[in-house]
């Protein structure tokens, strides 16, 4: 059996194992449980689905990133910053000011790609210490800047934080208005109300839907795409045939650092309105394994994510349903026990459940004219 589809199959036991526990217990209907495991990891897996296009970009032009969570860190943490001084500073609307958060997380997030593509590209730093010096500098920077904007003696707000103008609000997909009139009984309006979950997305959660599908077209049915693939897999043919192989890796690793950037203003501008020291908790390393078990294609990075957050999900569904969890079963109620399957996964596919992957024949090599 191939090493892939048995890493599937595995994932799906342990996800059917979670919701057998619910279904079992539950007095509710079993859709009321798909569909909240459903809309939760479509949220929770939005930051790993745009930092595994983020790697996709730059890796499919030939740089390695692993900066991703240092570009996500950072980008949370100006993101939620710029979106605070808009409200608090300048007086902007609230709306104003959260969209102008958004704005400032991508070009955070550009602006870290920039240093890492010239770190790889122009000085042909060794990739894989470019990525580590994003994520120590942003470890560093947002750090500091937390303690001494917000903490410090004499900082701008009085060493109190200001509240958050708050986070982008839910679309809203009238499911239940347009179905509700055909239900005659209570279990049927339910059912509907709970499928209408599942549409009800954030902003960002939805872009990054849409952009696995842009990305995909652009990669393989654009000249971009082409030429981008092209300086990834043999740089020297298309130096040849007179593409420039500087300004394509310029520009994918810049592209990703604002899909990272993007992620990054999930955690604070859509998610939660706050922020924390290392508050992406290894995300962008969780979107690096997503975009290796997707082979490198957009697609398949962003089914990965699904599978990535799909053991999120049940670890967030296991504290919300804790209380008809069965007493044989009493250590799935400590929330780090489930919590852990994340990060056991990851190392799990890391090891060797990937099955065959074939990263780009150039990634990671700096081209020498």
């Not at 007095?27 to 983020?54: D, E, F, H, N, Y």
């Not at 890391?350 to 004219?369: C, H, N, Q, S």
Request: proline share 5%; with cysteine.
């Amino acid at each position: 059996m191939d090493l892939r589809r048995f890493g599937f199959i595995l994932l799906i036991i342990i996800v059917l194992f979670g919701l057998v526990v619910f279904i079992g217990q539950v007095k509710s209907p079993p859709i009321v449980i798909i569909t909240s495991m459903m809309a939760t990891t479509i949220a929770v897996a939005t930051p790993l689905t745009l930092g595994a296009l983020a790697g996709v970009f730059c890796e499919r032009a030939g740089v390695v990133n692993i900066g991703i969570e240092g570009m996500m860190l950072s980008s949370a943490f100006f993101g939620w910053l710029s979106a605070i001084y808009m409200f608090h500073v300048f007086g902007f609307p609230v709306g104003v000011s959260i969209w102008t958060g958004v704005l400032f997380a991508i070009l955070s997030g550009m602006l870290m790609g920039l240093l890492l593509a010239v770190l790889s590209i122009t000085y042909k730093v060794d990739q894989i210490i470019g990525g580590t010096v994003i994520n120590i500098l942003a470890v560093g920077l947002t750090g500091f800047l937390n303690r001494q904007l917000f903490f410090g003696r004499g900082s701008v707000f009085g060493g109190n934080v200001p509240n958050s103008p708050g986070v982008l609000p839910t679309l809203h997909v009238p499911v239940t208005e347009i179905f509700s009139p055909l239900c005659h009984s209570a279990e049927c309006l339910q059912v509907v109300t709970s499928i209408n979950k599942v549409f009800d997305q954030k902003p960002v959660a939805i872009s990054a839907i849409l952009l696995v599908f842009i990305a995909h077209y652009i990669l393989f049915y654009t000249r971009w795409g082409l030429r981008a693939r092209a300086v990834g897999e043999h740089p020297k043919a298309a130096d040849t045939v007179g593409i420039n192989v500087f300004k394509m890796r310029y520009a994918s690793v810049i592209i990703g650092g604002g899909l990272a950037g993007l992620a990054g203003a999930y955690f604070t501008i859509e998610s939660v309105p706050s922020f924390e020291p290392l508050l992406t908790n290894g995300r962008g390393f969780i979107s690096l394994a997503a975009m290796i078990f997707g082979n490198w294609t957009p697609i398949g990075a962003w089914t990965a994510a699904l599978v990535f957050g799909a053991s999120q999900a049940l670890n967030i569904n296991m504290q919300l349903f804790r209380d008809v969890i069965p007493p044989q079963l009493a250590i799935l109620q400590q929330s780090y026990v489930v919590g852990l399957i994340p990060y056991i996964l990851t190392m799990i596919i890391l090891t060797g459940i990937i099955g065959r992957t074939t990263p780009p024949a150039a990634d990671g090599v700096p081209y020498e004219k």
